[in-house]
């Protein structure tokens, strides 16, 4: 009769140290610091800022953080051609990880695209079809091959209203942390 009761918990033990590597998000992460997987470079207060105002934003980098086999790298450069503000370069590897490079065009609305970019990342751990998408309408091939879809431009000018309504607090919150 006991040995039903052993056994799950035996079980759960093992299930517990198993995953406990993985449970890397603390509560600090995605509010007062970033995911160790994220490498911000210099849009490192730029996206503490960003958290501290949208919700939207705060549960992609959730997301992101949660997810131990995706590195993403931020950079910039010079203004794009006419036709990007931003752009993600995506690999997989064999061994399953995800690697992702954002490049975002310099003194561009920041805030919209990186929860753009984040989307597109959260696109493809979730799976998502993009030539099926495209199939159905969902998104469409640039000129270059590239894709665009429409959950990722949702998904940045949500956060940007986000950040924007939330402006008077933020300024507030800032202030907090100073102390
Ligand atoms: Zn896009």
Partial sequence: MTFRFVFPA?????????????????????VAKLPSNIDAGMFGSEILEILSRSETFRRQC???????FLRIRLGISPPLSTDYR?????????????????????????????????????????????????ARGHARVLPDGAYETHRATEAGLQVLREYETLAPEAGRRRQLRLR
Avoid: K, M, W
């Fill in 10 to 30: 035996v079980l759960l033990l093992v299930f517990l140290s198993l995953t406990a590597p993985t449970a890397r998000a603390d509560e600090a992460t995605c």
């Fill in 62 to 68: 959730l997301r992101i953080a949660a997810v131990r």
């Fill in 86 to 134: 931003a752009f993600t370069l995506l690999a997989r590897y064999d061994a399953g990880a995800l690697r992702a490079d954002v490049t975002l065009a310099f003194a561009e609305n920041y805030v919209e695209l990186l929860g753009h970019e984040f989307e597109h990342v959260l696109e493809q751990i979730d799976g998502v079809n993009l030539r099926a998408d495209a």
